[in-house]
C-alpha cells in the first residue's frame, strides 16, 4: 500500500494510525515556511537557518519575510520548502537520505487539510523515491 498523508486533528477518540509519523511543527521534518495572516510568507530567522542548513550558501536560506496584496494559498509555504530540499539533495544527498530514513514506507501526519498542499506532500515523495 502507498503511503499516504493523514490530517492529524484534535478531536475526542481520534489516534494517529500506528506506523504514521508526525511531520509537522515542532519536528524535525516541520516546515520552517509558514503564512501569516493570509498576506505574508515568513521563513525561518536568519539564525536558523544558518544553525540548520550550515551547507547552504547564503542565498539559499530563503529566509525573511514578503508581504503580497493578493492571498497567499499553502503553497506559498510549500514550495520553498520544496526548494530547501532540492538544495539539500544537490549540496549533502547522503545526509538528505539518512534524515528522511525514518519516514520512508510510512503514513505522515500534519494538521493541513487534506485538500490542500502541505510540505508532507513533498516529503512522501522524495522519502519514497521522487526525487527533490
Known sequence: MTPQRIQRKRVKGWRMPEGAKYVG?????????RIYR?????????????EAWHHLPAQECLVGYVSSSSPLGPE??????????????????DRLRDWLAPLAGADL??????DQACHADVL?????????
Open 124 to 132: 512522501l515523495e522524495i522519502a519514497n523515491g521522487g526525487a527533490a
Open 76 to 93: 506559498a509555504a510549500v514550495e520553498p520548502y520544496r526548494d530547501l530540499l532540492k538544495a539539500r539533495a544537490r549540496d549533502a544527498p
Open 109 to 114: 501526519a500534519c494538521w493541513c487539510p487534506l
Open 25 to 33: 511543527r515542532p519536528s524535525r521534518w516541520g516546515n520552517p515556511f
Open 38 to 50: 493570509g498576506h505574508h510568507s515568513i521563513g525561518p530567522t536568519w539564525a536558523r537557518a544558518r
